[in-house]
């Protein structure tokens, strides 16, 4: 086994890091499905309050994408749909029966895999609502089915931090997880390939099917995100297409196709120092399921922000919201709200700093780094300084990408490389920006005019 080395990049040393234990947290009083998750999809409702669902009911279906259903991962009542802005539904909650009974789909053998064609396959993906599960490149929305793409990419190893472990997440599922590689292998006219660290390449978890091309990597985060793994294994070009999934997703998969039931649960991370140390460690959560349940206990006494996914490029949430489809981690970070006095003539012993601006960058290794929400400063006038180039391995100008976004000059973006990329992948660029540019909100921006233009 050959890794490949990713040098450029920056592991954030944080305190509150989770151990590998799991356990189990899959009591929950409501389950919250939250429909504006799914990017891009006009949903049309097919259910009501006070409705008798079960596990597997479709809960809503897309108006623009024919034949795609998403179906409830448990069985219940409806409690209550939260409408948003031009009654758009933000929440569908649920309160869970105690039966969870649950409507049967077809069950797939192995053989049952090997004999059904593309089509088919991809046919009860969208009916059963799992095809959201796979992410197309450009634009990382959901898989388009009428597009074959040339590989697909199995995310084992995201960097991140606090986000799970993949041979924890996956203990015991390993059958999931190769039924689901040989669905994929049926979906594409490519590889499929899995990219996980060097030190899992052996765990069994991860002991692929053998459809997969298996490759390593090592190195500071990035090194995890599947736009560096697509770069370093099979480049895009303009007008390739690439789907992408995660490990636990794909296992997701293999459970459907082989039991014949919605899944209804997943592997979260609790981590950050806003989280007691008892509590910081791998579950087993519903999906959907109460994020006030999961935390119960386990936060620290200041004001905290709930953050669902990494505390890069995760969203804020309040704990009244459920556990989201996408998301596999919960990171727990206290508020910043005080500003130091003179804070520019401060020497900075105890602050963290990128381009050495302060002393602590000298006397110390920055380990456990106890940061809050506060940004020290705000925007100002977006100027070159290089820090970008050290911690982007993607072979991409950040700078000059950025300000063709900013100057809606989509050609130039394009040029630029900009749909070989997602806004996570400059999460660690806005994260050391002295110019605090909101990156990731940008590029999100760049890529839904091209989307929209037309490339």
Known sequence: MAAITINKGLDLKLAGAP????????????????????????VKLEVKEGDTIKRGSALYSAKNVAGFTFRSPTAGTIKEIVRGKRRFPEKIIIEPSSSNESESFRKYTSHDIQAA???ELLAHLLDTGLLMLIRQRPFNKMADMS??????????MNTAPFTPHAATALKGRTEHFNAGIDIL?????????VCLHTADFDAPELSSSPRAKRHAFEGPHPSGNTSVHIERVDPMALRDTVWTIDAQQVAAIGQLFSE???????????GGHGIKPSGRKHYTVSIGGSLESLLDGKLEDQEMRIISGDVLSGSHVTIDQGIRVYDSAITVIPEGRTRRFLGWMDPGYKLRSFSTAFISTFIN?????RLDTNANGGHRAMVLTGYYDKVMPIDIMVDYVIRAVMANDTDEAVKLGILETVPEDYALCEFICPCKTNMQALI????EMIEEEGI
């Open 260 to 270: 014949g039931e919605i899944p209804n649960t997943k592997v979260v991370c609790l």
């Open 444 to 447: 999100k921006q760049g890529l």
């Open 147 to 156: 597009v074959t793409p040339k590989s697909i990419f199995v995310n084992a």
């Open 185 to 193: 292998h049926k979906l594409t006219s490519g590889p499929v390939n």
């Open 365 to 369: 290794d920055q380990k456990d780094w």
């Open 117 to 119: 064609n593309r089509d």
């Open 19 to 42: 151990t590998h234990d799991l356990e189990d947290a899959l009591k929950t009083p409501t389950v919250t499905i939250h429909p504006r998750e799914l990017d891009g999809v006009k």
